[in-house]
């Protein structure tokens, strides 16, 4: 059973997230509001198998975040979901050792779709 | 200076006439009438048109669109003393230039009337608004993929001050080749309703924090998206976090001697607007 970090400063986005993940039977979920607290989250859950994370965030961007992430874990998937669009971000988050690349705004059925290669 | 009232109230004439007085200001001629069909060739482009919103927003609409029609240069401000969000949507879609608020500031109303006159009369340079069709694509995007609504692009025009039309604002400040800011401006109404169907639930109908956080993700999604469209132009920008201002008549400033403009969109009965101001980051230094 897979148990989900979400990062995002937003808590309607991450309650968009969240929401959509529980219609596909995801209810382990835990959520950070930013790059900072989600490696305090992270620390505290060492179950977590999947995490998704915003880009632009106070204190620390989902792009620090992640690099952070790989340090100390080179397999745990990691799926940015963000407004940052352009080519170029894409491939700065896939070099930096993201799995995946949501863009905002998503449908639920994207956003299921980019995820079910990394969920049971 | 010439000033037209359309109020059915005698009062609200002898207050304007108050206000120039109150400041001294000289040859101001204000002339009123009861109703629009009475405008009859009153209204020049040297004449600034007072409609008195005491009437329901139809018909406060119906005056501003008359009066314009007698004379698109004329400006027209809307005298409210309930200047809701709504009222302002119907009267600037309706051609109107701004709002004054009732009781009548003295120092407000000549100042908003000068300024008013001033535009209308003064030669413009041409703006620039090849930027503007991604913020356009960007909202009608985002509203439809998130909240399966429909905005539909009503008007656009410029606009100087800094009062926003909604109740509350999402902000996203750019920064980068091209610098400026962009704003989503909703009623109070229009916002529960977007956020709700963004989460698929019934947000109540006052503003409350998880309505606002909803505003700001909406803005960073319309800045983002527009971003991604003009990347590899002049007007490539970046972006940071959004901000989310609210509250009646919230001021939010834009940079100063970029055009700022506004257009307005209509979703499921309601107005909403957008405002964007931006320009290459060079030609503002």
Redesign the interface.
């Known amino acids: 059973m897979a148990k989900i970090l979400v990062v995002d400063?937003?808590?309607?986005?991450r309650?968009?997230i969240t929401?959509t993940l529980k219609t596909i039977g995801q209810e382990n979920i835990v959520e950070a509001a930013d790059g900072v607290e989600g490696l305090a989250t992270l620390t505290a859950n060492p179950d977590v198998t999947l995490v998704l994370t915003d880009w632009?965030?106070?204190n620390m961007n989902g792009l620090d975040f992640l690099t952070k992430v790989r340090e100390s874990n080179k397999t745990i998937p990691v799926i940015m979901i963000?407004?940052?669009?352009?080519k170029?971000n894409v491939v700065t988050a896939i070099k930096a050792g993201a799995n995946n690349y949501i863009?905002?705004?998503?449908?639920p059925e994207v956003l299921k779709e980019k995820l079910a290669d990394f969920l049971d | 200076m010439k000033i037209l009232v359309i109020s059915n109230s005698g009062t609200t004439p002898n207050m304007v006439r108050g206000a120039f007085q109150q400041l001294n200001v000289s040859n101001v001629e204000v002339t009123a009438v009861a109703a629009d069909d009475e405008i009859n060739g009153q209204v020049t482009a040297e004449t600034c048109v007072l409609v008195d919103w005491e009437y329901d927003p139809a018909v406060g609409a119906g005056m501003v669109k008359t009066a314009k029609e007698s004379c698109d240069k004329a400006p027209v401000l809307i005298l409210s003393a309930k200047a809701k969000a709504g009222t302002t949507f119907a009267g600037m879609k309706a051609g109107a230039s701004g709002v004054v608020n009732k009781p009548i500031d003295a120092k407000d109303l000549v100042t908003a009337v000068a300024k008013a006159l001033k535009n209308a009369t003064e030669k413009k340079p041409a703006v620039n608004v090849e930027f503007i069709n991604p913020f356009i694509d960007a909202t009608r995007n985002v509203f439809s993929t998130m909240c399966g609504m429909e905005a539909h692009r009503k008007k656009l025009f410029l606009k100087d001050d800094h009062k926003m039309l909604g109740d509350v604002s999402g902000v996203m400040g750019l920064t980068g080749a091209a610098t400026g800011s962009v704003v989503v401006s909703l009623p109070k109404a229009l916002a529960c309703k977007v956020v709700g169907k963004m989460l698929g639930m019934d947000m109540g109908a006052e503003l409350n924090p998880d309505v606002c956080d909803g505003v700001g993700e909406v803005i960073n999604m319309i800045a983002g998206q527009a971003k991604a469209m003009l990347v590899k132009t002049k007007y490539h920008f970046t972006i940071s976090i959004p901000s989310v201002v609210s509250g009646h008549g919230h001021e939010i400033t834009h940079r100063k001697g970029t055009p700022n403009i506004v257009v307005l969109f209509e979703t499921e009965g309601m107005d909403f607007a957008l405002q964007v101001c931006l320009a290459p980051t060079e030609s503002n230094d």
């Open positions: 400063d937003s808590s309607t986005m309650r968009i929401n632009n965030m106070p963000t407004t940052e669009a352009e170029q863009v905002k705004p998503f449908t």
